[in-house]
Nanobody
Framework: QERLAESGGGLVPAGGSLRLSCAPS????????IGWFRQAPGKEREGVSC???????NYLESVKGRFTISRDKAKNTVYLQMNTLQPEDTAAYYC?????????????????WGQGTQVTVSS
C-alpha cells in the first residue's frame, strides 16, 4: 500500500525556520509529482508547493522567496525548507503524491496523502 510520512514540524518563533521531510513507503517517488499542502483550523486545505519528477516547482504566492521545495532521489525523499516563518504559516502540513508529470497545487490531483505534521509559529 502506498503511503507517505511527514516529519520535521514543530514550534518556532516568528522569523525562524523548519525543514519538513516527506518519505514514501510502498513506492518510489521517482515518477511522481509531490505536493505540500497545509490546513489551518477552520480553513480549506491549500497547496503550498509542488515539484514534478523532473524538478519543476511551483509555490503559493505568499510563500515565494521563503519556502523551497526539493527532492533527493537517492534518499527517495522530498523536503520543504521553510524560512522566515510567520504566524500565518501555522497549520498542519501534508505531503501528497500522484503518478504524473506535472506539478500542481490542486489537492484534487493527488491520490496518496500523509498524516500531516504540525507547524506552529509564535508571534
Amino acid at each position: 500500500q502506498e503511503r507517505l510520512a511527514e516529519s520535521g514540524g514543530g514550534l518556532v518563533p516568528a522569523g525562524g525556520s523548519l525543514r519538513l521531510s516527506c518519505a514514501p513507503s510502498g513506492f518510489v517517488m521517482g515518477l511522481y509529482a509531490i505536493g505540500w499542502f497545509r490546513q489551518a483550523p477552520g480553513k480549506e486545505r491549500e497547496g503550498v508547493s509542488c515539484i514534478s519528477h523532473t524538478g519543476t516547482s511551483n509555490y503559493l504566492e505568499s510563500v515565494k522567496g521563503r519556502f523551497t521545495i526539493s527532492r533527493d532521489k537517492a534518499k527517495n525523499t522530498v523536503y520543504l525548507q521553510m524560512n522566515t516563518l510567520q504566524p500565518e504559516d501555522t497549520a498542519a502540513y501534508y505531503c501528497a503524491a500522484y503518478y504524473g508529470a506535472n506539478c500542481q497545487l490542486r489537492k484534487s490531483a493527488y491520490n496518496v496523502w500523509g498524516q500531516g505534521t504540525q507547524v506552529t509559529v509564535s508571534s
